[in-house]
């Protein structure tokens, strides 16, 4: 079992330290900035064995240069960007599979566009590294794909199987459940883990890791599907919609203008 734990960066995002407990060499997941890493890895003593990169956006790679200076590692990251992320070493897409011997699991990638043109996600049993694709109760703006490639990219992750860990790149919860509720005001599920939400925050703990079980049941852009938020995407767009692309459009730009 992987030992998870999230460093606080910049306004609102989370690098991830991925270690296996009976290991002292760990995977940083999108180093937005250094500073949070040299401090916690010269605070518990330990090595870096890898880089994971999502995709380009400066707050997912921003501190690795500082970091590559004082903890020299492969660097691992989408092949579609590599020529936005000169650090990259290996270069990787959908369908590839590699391993970390240090943390003794393999990552499978898998391709999720749509906030970035070449986003990747990782996975390993029971842990889905999702980058500015998915968080708990939402996903990220569509800056340089399409509504219809996004939905796509969330139709793979939503089909991982349902105890999968989701470990998104910003703490944006409450907002983000503050929305689900505006399109499902009478979901029980979604006022339950606003409760338990707010609870963590209150006393500064993160709210990641969310479950896929949970994101199903709570997480508007993972529900396109649904009778409840078809019909609120139908009042919102004032129309029949029965494309999942659309109605998932339909569904991010309100959340946009929210």
Not at 53 to 65: K, Y
Not at 177 to 190: G, M, R, W
Not at 199 to 226: H, S, V
Request: include cysteine; aromatic fraction near 6%; charged fraction near 20%.
């Amino acid at each position: 079992m992987l030992e998870i734990t999230a460093l606080p960066a910049l306004s609102d995002n989370y690098i991830w330290v991925v270690k296996n407990p009976g290991q002292n060499t760990v995977a940083i997941v999108d180093p937005g900035e250094a500073a949070p890493v040299q401090q916690y890895v010269a605070e518990h003593g330990l090595a870096v064995g890898a880089y994971l990169i999502t995709h380009h956006h400066g707050d997912h790679v921003g501190g690795l240069d500082a970091l590559l200076a004082e903890h020299p590692a492969p660097v691992y990251g989408p092949r579609a960007e590599a020529d936005r992320i000169a650090q990259i070493t290996d270069a990787l897409a959908g369908g590839d599979r590699f391993h970390l011997e240090f943390l003794g699991v393999d990552f499978d990638v898998i391709d999720v566009p749509g906030h970035t043109l070449g986003h990747i996600a990782y996975v390993s049993p029971g842990v889905l590294l999702a980058g500015d694709a998915l968080f708990r109760g939402g996903c990220g703006r569509v800056f340089e794909g399409t509504h219809a490639q996004m939905q796509a990219s969330l139709a793979r992750l939503r089909d991982l199987p349902e105890a999968t860990e989701v470990y998104g790149g910003h703490e944006y919860t409450q907002k983000n459940l503050a929305f689900a509720q505006t399109v499902e005001p009478d979901s029980q599920a979604i006022a339950t883990v606003i409760r338990e939400v707010d609870q963590l925050r209150a006393n500064g703990q993160p709210t990641l890791p969310g479950t896929l079980a949970e994101e199903r049941e709570i997480n508007p852009f993972l529900r396109w599907d649904q009778p409840e938020v078809i019909a609120a995407a139908e009042r919102r767009a004032g129309r029949s919609l029965t494309d999942a692309g659309e109605i998932f459009a339909i569904l991010r730009e309100w959340k946009n203008a929210s």
